[in-house]
């Protein structure tokens, strides 16, 4: 694909369920970044994998929060017993390993 | 703790006028600085940076100016067009590479 693709593209979820977020980055990223974006605010940085280094996870709200990644490619973040203050639209880029990030369009989550 | 913020969470000019929009920054290790532009419903998309070691640069109908002694960064919008009605956001990466970002500034141009 020419870009970072997720799915789904709005998830509404009952509070106490599970959701799984995916992220397809653009072919040959290395580095792969999941943020959160509240409402008419800014980036919140979740975590960020390059290579085959170990995740920073610095970013995890709570241990609610988990986030793996498959090689070099697609990466799923998983939110277990979801919240309302979960509501969000979770943002996924990739890099080549530069500071310039591709974004994808973002999965909007809504937990009632 | 690092941190980037805006001045203005809100910025109105009128179509042709010149936009300028103020970030400040806490974080003196980053490297570089970035702008990206937000529309509505998409992803952050990348619109310019500058590295630490200057205090202009240029782009297409873009400037970004960097003033390290107050910690102050801006870009420059020349001759504004609807289309340049979006979120802005400035980060600032340390060197770990995670990003900071600010809450953004949302640029309204009227016609």
């Known amino acids: 694909g020419a870009g970072v693709s997720q799915s789904p593209s709005n998830k509404v979820t009952e509070k106490g369920k599970d959701v799984e977020l995916r992220c397809d980055p653009i072919?040959?990223?290395?580095?792969l970044y999941w943020y959160r974006q509240r409402l008419g605010q800014g980036l919140e940085f979740l975590i960020y994998?390059?290579?085959?280094?170990?995740?920073?996870k610095s970013g995890l709200p709570s241990d609610r929060f988990s986030a793996e990644r498959t090689g070099e490619s697609v990466s799923t973040l998983t939110i277990q017993r979801t919240q309302q203050e979960d509501s969000a639209v979770y943002l996924c880029?990739?890099?080549?390993?530069?500071?310039?990030?591709?974004f994808g369009p973002g999965t909007r989550l809504t937990v009632l | 703790g690092e941190s980037v913020g805006l001045h203005l969470p809100t910025l109105s000019v009128q179509e042709g006028d010149n936009s300028i929009i103020n970030c400040a920054y806490s974080?003196?290790?980053?490297?570089?600085f970035i702008w990206y532009k937000q529309e509505s419903g998409k992803g952050p998309q990348f619109i310019i940076d500058?590295?630490?070691?200057?205090d202009k640069r240029q782009g297409q109908r873009v400037t970004v100016l960097l003033n390290k002694t107050v910690k102050h960064l801006s870009l420059q919008i020349a001759a504004t067009q609807p289309g340049d009605s979006a979120v802005y956001f400035c980060?600032?990466?340390?060197?770990?590479?995670?990003?900071?970002f600010g809450a953004g500034t949302r640029l309204t141009v009227k016609p």
């Open positions: 974080n003196s290790a980053s490297d570089y």
């Open positions: 072919s040959g990223h290395t580095a």
């Open positions: 994998f390059q290579g085959n280094s170990a995740p920073d």
């Open positions: 980060a600032a990466p340390p060197v770990s590479n995670d990003m900071r």
């Open positions: 880029a990739s890099s080549l390993g530069g500071h310039e990030q591709f």
């Open positions: 500058i590295r630490s070691n200057m």
